[in-house]
DNA sequence: CGTTGGTTTGATTAATGTCAACGCACGTGG
DNA sequence: CCACGTGCGTTGACATTAATCAAACCAACG
């Protein structure tokens, strides 16, 4: 199932989904287009009318400072949005960049609108924004009080569980097409560091790299090393548990 | 003007609002409770069913870690909610305590769900939701890529602003009701660092504090000095500037 | 007064940054 | 097929930032 829409795959456990709700969101996923990797999607300032939306690879939200330095603030994965929001906010206070080749859809608004008249999809792309927001504040948790290794470690176990949610990893195996300078700018750490900090976690047995594939060989001891608690990625235990007792929609909006 | 209910003051940031509006946002902020400083209004793990809006006071979002650490991933200002989205998470991934004492209201969820079928008061909130977000990414900025003195000054430039945003902030002063240690808890730096750190920006002319009361004594410089740029607290220029062209409504939800 | 919570100071150590160089794989043009 | 350039990973020596530990200090308050 790993080729279906990762959209729907990680709506799913946001809200309910009907037929009727995945054929709408898979129609709205016609028009992809194939970008190369470090190209950015939206500038910071920019004014965007659609919104954008990965199906595939791997980008990024991050800011430039003056000094040069830029800061990664989020990893957009397969079945991420880039800009849900942006319409309100009137221009973007961040850039979007790909970091490996991606497949991405620009959704003109009008067909958003469309889509949250639906009120299990309109849920569950409030759940989607809402997690975002959370995922943010873990990286706060992360970036402030845990030392670069448990931070490296507690982001491998986060990504781990992001690309499972959307069928990109199994058995502990996920692709990460990313430089250690950039993960760098996302743990807030120079690249040297990271370095250090890398090989530390492959001498501990913790985790394998062979080129940009990541092996997790020991989840327990890595999750229990970082003290990583998935809880706040509010994902369904297992993925598409349709056997889960149904909750009430509190249609907030 | 700054008696006005900080709900109020803030939201006009991010919609036009009607005075029926007005009127009906002034109505939810009426049942308001008195909480001491340090009490905890919502624990991780809960799953409340009121919304909690912060009335006047200081409080924060904070997580706590294993080995007895607390990380604090927001504060709280009056006019901000503190749980708006939790109906759609289930269950809080952090927990929110007062610093100081607090004025809050707690909204039943009917209520709020009456507010936002008020196309406008949906904006605004939001709205107020993308600029929590946004300053969770710029607090990351800060935290990841900016040396702790510059962080401390780019919190406190942040605060200035969107203390003025709801008026409790005039002549670059405003309280700040907070210890040292909570402070290192925000900007994820122990007490003893925050110490010398304030002292440097006091040295440097700066900052000033007497008491609880700080001053902002050469805001430029300050803003030279943390890079500060307002943008991504999505304020309007003028606070109610009332002159600004019609914009429409993109009914999101 | 004595206690308590918060701030301040100094000495020492740990984490991470910076600079500089090297190695290695890959691709490209001669 | 080879020489070279380029991007990325790796290493070592050294500098800086911030943590930790411990103590002193200070004001508020019962």
Redesign the pocket.
Known sequence: MATENPLILKLEHGARLTDEDRRLLRSVAVETRLVDARQDLIREGEVPDAVHLVLDGFACRYKMLDDGGRSIVAFLLPGDFCDLHVAILGHMDHSIGTLAPCIVVEIPRVKIEELTTHPRIARALWWATLVDEAILREWLVSMGRR???K?LAHLLCELLFRLRAVGRASDGMFELPV???EL?DAL??????V?????QLREDGLISLQGRLVTILDLPALTRFSTFNPNYLHLRNGPRDHAVKEVQEPRLV
């Open positions: 030392p670069a290794h931070q430089t250690q300078e760098g807030g750490v120079s690249t040297v560091h370095n250090r900090v890398l090989q």
